[in-house]
Structures are given as C-alpha cells and as structure tokens.
C-alpha cells in the first residue's frame, strides 16, 4: 500500500470540500489535485527510499495517476533499466531474424549486453538438472568423435529442395492477398505450398528449439512493393538459399518441424503439427536432452581454445564479409549509374562524329561513317552490359554474404552459452572441494555442460565446411562472371576495331 501522511490527507479532503462550496470549483479543485498528486509523489519516494526496491518504485508509482508520478516513474525507468531485459540502448535483445536476420549492422549487437544469458535460453536448469518434463523424447540426434574431429551423425540420405512458381493468391473474398511459394523436396516430389509468414513461424521454431546452432536468416519483411516482380523474384532467391543451407544441415534437415513444413498437404493435419510444434517441451536448453554424445571427456583446455578460435574467426570474417559486401554495392551502383553514362558519352559522341561524315557526300567518308555509328551501338551494348551486370552477378554475391552474415552474428551467443556452462561446472568443482555439495553432483553438472560444448564444437566442425564449400564456390562464380562480363566488352570493342582495319 501507498503511505500517505494524515495531515497530507486531512489537508486534501478539507480544502477540496471547502473550495466546491466557493463558486470557483473548478479551477481550484484542479489545483488542489495537482497539489496533492505532488505531495503523494514526495511521501512514495520517502517510503521507497527506506523500505522499497527499483520494483517497488514502479508499482507504488502506478497506484498514483497524476501526471507528475507518471513522469518521475518513466525518469527512474531510464535511468535503471532491468540488466536482463534490455541493452545499452534500452532496447530488448533478440535472436529473432530481424535482429539476426535483419542484420544489417551486426556491431552494435556484440554491445549488448548478454547477462544471463544461460538463464534466459533455458541452459541453466539443463545444467543444474532442474527440468520438469512430461513428454517422451521423439527425436534424437547423435554426435560423433574420429580422429579428434566432432560432427555431427548424418542419418538418411541427403536431399535437395526447389522453391518455384510465386503466385499471388488471396483470402476473404479478396480483401487479403498474399504471395505463395511451390516447394519439391527431391525424395518426394510432391509440392507443399508455403506462405512467407510460414517460412517466418517456422524460422521463429527453429530459433527457439536450437539455441546454439547456427541458422540462417530468412529475407526481411517489405510493407509497399511486396507484389512486385523484382522483389518477389529476389525474395524467392533469398528463400532458396535458406532452404539449401537446411537441407544440407545434418539435424535441422531431419527435425520434426522442418520435415513437417516441407511434407504437410493436409490443412487439418497442417493445424495439428503446429500446435505440436509450438509445445513442443525440448526447446532451449531441453534440446541438449536429444543429443548423444560420445562417452569421451573432453579436454577443458582445448575445448576453451577451439571455442576462442570460432569466435575470433567470426569476428574477422563478419567483418571481412561486411568489408566485402559493401564494395560491391558501391561496385552495383558505380556500374548501373556511372559506367552506364560514360559509354553513353562516347556512344553520342561516336554517332555526332559518324553524322558528321554522312554529311560528306564523297564516297571515301562513307565508309568511315558506317564504322563510326557501328562504333556507337557498340558503347550503347556496352552500356548495357554494365546496367545488367550487378543484377546477373553481383547481386547473387550479396545475397550468400546476407545468409553467412546472419550466421555469424549468432556465433557470440553460442560462445556465451559455452562460458556460462563452463563457470557452473568451475562453482560447482569449488562447492565439491569445500564440502558444501557432492562429488557426485558436481561430475552431474560437468557432463551435462559437456553436452552442451560436444554440440557447439559438432556445429561449429559443420559450419566451417560449410564455409569453405560454399565460400571455394561463391568466389569460383564471381570471378568467372567478372571474366564473362569483361569477355563480352572487350568483344564488343573487338567488333568495332575490325571496322576500322
């Protein structure tokens, strides 16, 4: 309750009736309320100071509707934000797409501050052994260790997925449309059809269940221009490229929810594997229940030096991948805008020079006019080639460095797990040495922490493939369309030089 002072009360009420029965009830019983909401504010701060928390301070200030407490809570608010909740900048941090997806700028996100990290993904009470779970667990996966390399088991065979036919469809008699996708997954061949929004809930399923894996961002959202070709050609492509990386990853290609996604025709049954999903009990931390693990104890000083070296590598290849990508958005625009004119500057000026000898009648000039507006078409094509270039081949560049940029970000989130896990079993192995809990719960606490570093060390063993397939691959392309576009310029060049010999 709010301690109010009795003369403070005592004062309020009398001259509030006092002021009505004067003719200027109005004007005074408003200055009276502005009074007494001041006086209230003092007497909640003296009580807060001496008995009260920040909580309190929040709850004893909402019981007051005056707009002078309203401030003062909303000052306090800033000045001492929860430490688990918000950031520095007092926003909410966020594995969701749009902070690891919508990645533009992922520097300020290793800023923020992750205190109780291992509390807030669920790890701890997979650490401490304090889970409480009702279902049985239906899906497993398995780790493997051979000559000192961790990976992760791939069960079945291996698949790929189309994403095709974007269609614009609509609901409620056309008062909702929407954009849909064709999905072939290759070992059935039966197309599921699949929403943008279905690609978000199931991204957001995935996040949540495998808090240290290292998923890939899906293409931001897009309010206006959502129903044009371009956009949705390139979100189609942004698609396809999250839907490989799934398919190509040993545990998220076999897991309930995806296999779900990608097979469900049925719209009742559709209905029946959300809800399934969504309640879904070995989310988070619990995830760590599904992995097997080799009996082997790992090595702590080797396990802190590969977990050190994965956050080192992300740190300079995001930065190296940001470096990358914004020249060649510079590049893209150069091409499309300066380049383009500056052959359409030597095309006008080859066609005024060609249109000067035309006009010369002698048959010896003729000659050189054809070559010279020949010429002139030639810087026109050029033109061209460099306006489309970007779009063939930089643009694709971009888009793999987008999903690996999206990745990347994440490996900081994996690596705080890891050190929180890491410092309960150090506390844990103090408590053992001095008698205060049991040997036999402190090797608990170890081997469940371990679980947890054998699947960020297997994850960590996939990625890196990945990476260096992928990577070989993408700078394979690249150069061979730099060679490609470059090739056809100096053919063209080529062209209107024999015009002239």
């Known amino acids: 309750m709010l301690f109010v002072p009795d003369h403070v009360r005592r004062r309020s009420s009398s001259g509030h009736l006092r002021r009505r029965e004067s003719g200027n009830g109005s004007k005074i019983v408003q200055a009276i309320s502005e009074v007494t909401s001041e006086q209230l504010t003092t007497a909640s701060r003296r009580s807060v100071c001496s008995v009260a928390s920040a909580d309190a301070v929040e709850t004893q200030q909402e019981s007051c509707a005056s707009d002078s407490s309203i ?60 889970c409480k779970l009702s279902q049985p667990i239906s899906e497993r996966f398995e780790i493997t260790l051979s000559k000192n390399s961790i990976q992760w088991l791939a069960t079945g065979q291996e698949y790929t997925c189309q994403v095709a036919s974007p269609q614009k469809a609509s609901k409620l008699k056309g008062l909702k449309s929407f954009i849909t996708y064709q999905l072939t997954p290759s070992f059935s061949g039966v197309q599921v059809c699949r929403r943008y929004k279905h690609f978000d809930w199931l991204h957001e399923q995935l996040m949540s269940k495998f ?18 070709e371009e956009f949705v050609e390139h979100r189609m492509h942004l698609l396809q490229l999250w839907v490989s990386y799934i398919c190509h990853h040993p545990v998220l290609s076999r897991c309930e929810v995806w296999m779900h996604f990608l097979t469900c025709t049925d719209e009742k049954k559709w209905k029946q594997g959300k809800r399934k999903a969504e309640k879904d009990e070995y989310k988070d931390g619990n995830f760590f229940f599904t992995v097997s693990c080799p009996s082997q104890h790992l090595d702590f000083a080797q396990t802190e030096s590969r977990v050190e070296n994965l956050a080192r590598m992300a740190r300079s290849m995001e930065n190296a991948v940001r470096a990358f990508h914004a020249i060649a958005q510079e590049q893209a625009k150069r091409m499309m805008t300066t380049s383009k004119r500056e052959c359409a500057k030597y095309s006008g000026a080859f066609h005024a020079l060609g249109h000067a000898f035309e006009l010369d009648q002698d048959e010896q000039s003729r000659p050189l006019a054809e070559a010279l507006t020949f010429t002139a078409d030639c810087y026109e094509a050029i033109g061209q080639l460099y306006e489309s270039q970007p779009k063939r081949h930089l643009e694709p560049l971009m888009d793999d460095f987008f999903i690996y940029r999206g990745m990347l970000a994440l490996v900081p989130d994996a690596v705080q797990i890891h050190k929180s896990a890491n410092s309960k079993v150090r506390e844990h192995q103090k408590l053992a040495d001095e008698g205060k809990t049991s040997l036999a719960d402190a090797d608990l606490v170890r081997s469940r922490a371990e679980v947890i570093d054998y699947t960020i060390l297997a994850e960590t063993s996939h990625f890196r493939n990945e990476c260096v397939i992928e990577f070989k691959k993408m700078m394979a392309q690249f150069l061979h369309s730099e060679i490609e576009f470059y090739q056809s310029v100096v053919d063209k060049l080529k062209e209107a030089y024999q015009r002239f010999v």
Not at 85 to 112: C, Y
Not at 211 to 228: A, D, F, H, T
């Open 71 to 130: 401030r003062s809570r909303k000052k306090s608010t800033k000045k001492n934000p929860k430490p688990d909740a918000f950031d520095e900048h007092h926003r909410q941090p966020s594995r969701s797409v749009e902070s690891g997806l919508n990645r533009g700028d992922t520097t300020s996100k290793k800023n923020i501050t992750r205190l109780n990290k291992l509390v807030k993904s669920g790890t701890e009470n997979f650490v401490l052994n304090l």
């Open 211 to 228: 808090s240290v894996l290292l998923i890939p961002p899906l293409p931001e959202k897009q309010v206006s221009g959502r129903y044009e």
